[in-house]
């Protein structure tokens, strides 16, 4: 079963705007992952965010982390075409430290 | 980018044939991971290593298994393949943990499709 639930499965937004994306999980986590894949690449790890960490900031990206919630956020700001791509967050589940489980991601397109 | 070397790249096979996958690291870490991608399923993971000889199952782990006798190789075994098993399969590996720092680098991908 998926830990992570991205949220929406689909987005398309204009060169320029922000981009939000969110994800809800079901268990205890230790840390929280983002991961872009462009089409037909593997995944690339954007960020890392740990469970007592509530924001993080890298370049464009801003991750936020409710775990009262248990849900996180990928905000990526002043959107190019090149963000154009898939968008996976991972989650480490407390109780098995040796894997990550994927959601189903977020298909971004920035439009030019 | 890290050195994550998957073959093949493409293979097309027949139900009931078997099918090896290998992953080849350069980099000397420790963990290495399975999973596969499904439209709809995002990446789910198939088995782990966390060291020579050391292996454990993932979420889809029937019909699969694995091998790891060296630290840079890491192999996936479909004893009798079937349509199912048709997908895209992702190498991963981690120096450390997931739980502690531990973001995974991926290779290319292998597409697999059995007829």
């Known amino acids: 079963s998926q830990q992570g639930e991205e949220d929406p499965q689909a987005l398309s937004i204009q060169e320029g705007e922000n981009a939000t994306m969110n994800c809800s999980y079901k268990?205890?986590?230790?840390?929280l992952q983002w991961y872009r894949q462009n089409s037909g690449r593997g995944l690339v790890h954007l960020i890392l965010?740990?469970?007592?960490?509530r924001e993080k900031h890298s370049g464009r990206l801003r991750v936020t982390l409710d775990t009262s919630k248990k849900s996180s956020s990928l905000l990526i700001t002043a959107s190019r075409a090149a963000d154009t791509a898939s968008y996976f967050c991972?989650?480490?589940?407390?109780?098995?430290?040796?894997?990550?489980?994927f959601g189903s991601g977020t298909q971004l397109t920035v439009l030019p | 980018d890290a050195g994550i070397t998957q073959s093949p790249r493409h293979k097309v096979t027949e139900t009931g044939t078997p099918v090896t996958l290998r992953c080849h690291q350069t980099e000397n870490h420790r963990y290495m991971y399975w999973y596969r991608q499904d439209p709809g399923h995002g990446l789910r993971l198939i088995h782990y290593?966390?060291?020579?000889?050391?292996?454990d199952k993932g979420e889809v782990s029937d019909g699969y298994s694995v091998s790891r006798s060296k630290t840079e190789d890491f192999l996936l075994t479909l004893e009798s393949a079937t349509s199912s098993q048709t997908s895209v399969y992702f190498c991963a590996i981690s120096e450390s943990r997931p739980g502690d720092t531990g973001e995974l680098f991926f290779g290319e991908g292998s597409r697999l499709t059995v007829l």
């Open positions: 991972a989650t480490d589940g407390a109780g098995s430290a040796r894997q990550l489980t």
């Open positions: 268990t205890s986590i230790n840390n």
């Open positions: 965010i740990r469970s007592n960490e």
């Open positions: 290593s966390y060291g020579v000889k050391d292996t």
